[in-house]
């Protein structure tokens, strides 16, 4: 068993839709991040949390520490919003999940 | 303030060749990390490095692969006598301090083909 699990592996979803991410891992942390990575290759970090929720734009994500699981969600998605979002936690080095690849059709 | 720079951005080597990849933090920063990407696979940590120290390589292969961070100039990923398995994107980070505490911005990475 992985030590970081997302859901779902992919996700096809229409323009204007909001989209929920998850992640559960299974290791002690002291921070989660969410990263992501354009058809190109390129790699982004969007959020780094340990606690609570933070709101960037149309991003949220959401963390419970407790339970060992974070969420990301996308308000209003857009195409533009099509890529692999990543689910990594710190724990001395980043482990990552195996990611789920994000499709929104027009 | 540049960003996180790789280069090359792409690297054809036969089998049996070597492999430089240099990784230019970004301003400020003196921790860098190396992360690969197998096709199709997920990101995994090969070594966490500060200037001129290794601080947990626990993710590299025990052979062929060594990395450097010296005092001056980039952090360089060596890969000697390259497989087919070693064909991969191979990404690069850095962090002002902690991975603890400090976010990693990424580089576009280097991808690595073996013939």
């Known amino acids: 068993k992985n030590e970081v699990e997302q859901s779902p592996q992919n996700l096809t979803a229409q323009e204007g839709e909001f989209i929920t991410i998850n992640c559960s891992y299974s290791?002690?942390?002291?921070?989660l991040h969410w990263l992501q990575q354009h058809p190109g290759g390129g790699i982004v970090s969007l959020f780094m949390?340990?606690?609570g929720k933070k709101k960037h734009g149309r991003l949220i994500a959401t963390i419970n520490i407790q339970e060992k699981h974070s969420s990301l969600h996308i308000t209003a998605s857009h195409p533009r919003d099509s890529a692999v979002y990543i689910c990594a936690v710190t724990s001395q080095k980043l482990v990552f999940g195996q990611g789920t690849r994000l499709t929104i059709n027009p | 303030n540049a960003g996180v720079m790789q280069n090359p951005r792409h690297l054809v080597r036969r089998r049996g060749q070597e492999a430089r990849l240099r990784c230019s933090p970004m301003?400020?920063?003196?921790?860098v990390y190396w992360y690969r990407q197998l096709p199709e696979e997920g990101l995994k940590f090969m070594v966490y490095?500060?200037?001129?120290?290794?601080?947990?390589e626990s993710g590299m292969p025990k052979e062929r692969f060594s990395a450097e961070f010296p005092k001056e100039g980039p952090s360089i990923l060596r890969i000697q006598q390259v497989v087919r398995g070693d064909s991969a994107a191979y990404f690069c980070a850095s962090s002002p301090g902690l991975a603890e505490v400090y976010e990693q911005y990424f580089g576009p990475g280097t991808r690595l083909t073996v013939t």
């Open positions: 290791v002690g942390i002291s921070a």
């Open positions: 301003k400020g920063h003196s921790h």
């Open positions: 490095l500060q200037k001129e120290n290794i601080i947990d």
């Open positions: 949390l340990s606690s």
